[in-house]
């Protein structure tokens, strides 16, 4: 009964951190204008990270009498663990970029699809401070909340209904139909990471190299003109690139 109730307390959690993150988003964009917002961006995300998810997280944890240490699984991992996870992270990647070029692919052939990019770093200090602020806090503040609470709350139904619960919610939060079945991919292996591993420093490391590429690919494509709306061609060789990484993802998780 303990279970089922901690399962239904974390649900609540889930719903009051959509809320606040909606609240946060609306007073941010009807009281500042858009030349602030863009100056602020890191800052946003920061405080975003820190105390939209983070912040009711630790309230969520103190309130429960759950001990981090135990509940959490925060336990060293084995370096041959940690390389096959960076390369898995690395391999999967590709696959989720495929996934969400699928969604936008027919969304286009609808209408215009705007996307909302981050901004390309202009400068290696600025390049670093979106390795701390966009790869390294949700790396944190993300898992300890998905893969943390969520999943190891579920996990008193099945490995399985964690894995998928915790995943869907990661999807859900990034707010963004062009941005679900990839963060739901990556999702469901972070927590399976987890599982595989028993610690949570297992799903921050896939995190982190996952958010690390896209920064790095942004920085270094910089200079690189719009390509445009994806064309059938561009999506086709998407999926075949995806494939080949599917297959490779699959070897590795055969020896991880």
């Not at 944890?61 to 509940?71: A, G, I, M, S």
């Not at 705007?114 to 790396?139: C, H, N, Y």
């Not at 958010?211 to 086709?236: A, Q, R």
Request: net charge positive; charged share 15%; aromatic share 16%.
């Amino acid at each position: 009964m303990e279970k089922k109730m901690l399962i239904k307390r974390t649900n609540y959690l889930v719903l009051s951190v959509v809320l606040l993150y909606i609240a946060s988003q609306l007073v941010i964009h009807f009281s500042l204008d858009y030349e602030l917002i863009k100056k602020n961006f890191y800052l946003i995300i920061a405080f975003t990270q820190l105390f939209i998810i983070l912040l009711p997280a630790l309230v969520f944890t103190h309130r429960e009498n759950l001990k981090p240490v135990d509940f959490f699984k925060v336990k060293s991992i084995s370096v041959p663990e940690t390389l096959l996870i960076v390369l898995m992270a690395f391999t999967s990647s590709f696959i989720a970029s495929a996934l969400n070029s699928i969604v936008i692919y027919l969304m286009e052939r609808i209408g215009p699809v705007g996307m909302d990019t981050i901004p390309a770093a202009k400068s290696p200090r600025e390049f670093w401070l979106q390795v701390f602020v966009i790869a390294m806090l949700p790396a944190i503040c993300e898992e300890f909340f998905f893969r943390g609470i969520i999943f190891n709350s579920y996990k008193s139904l099945s490995i399985k209904k964690s894995i998928v619960v915790s995943a869907f919610y990661f999807a859900l939060i990034h707010f963004d139909i062009r941005n679900f079945l990839g963060p739901l991919f990556l999702g469901i292996l972070i927590a399976w990471y987890c599982y595989r591993t028993g610690s949570i420093i297992a799903g921050s490391i896939a995190h982190f190299t996952n958010n690390f590429i896209s920064v790095y690919i942004n920085y270094k494509s910089k200079n690189i003109p719009d390509p445009g709306p994806i064309t059938y061609e561009v999506l086709i060789s998407f999926i075949v690139f995806a494939a080949f990484a599917g297959a490779f993802l699959f070897i590795i998780i055969k020896v991880f």
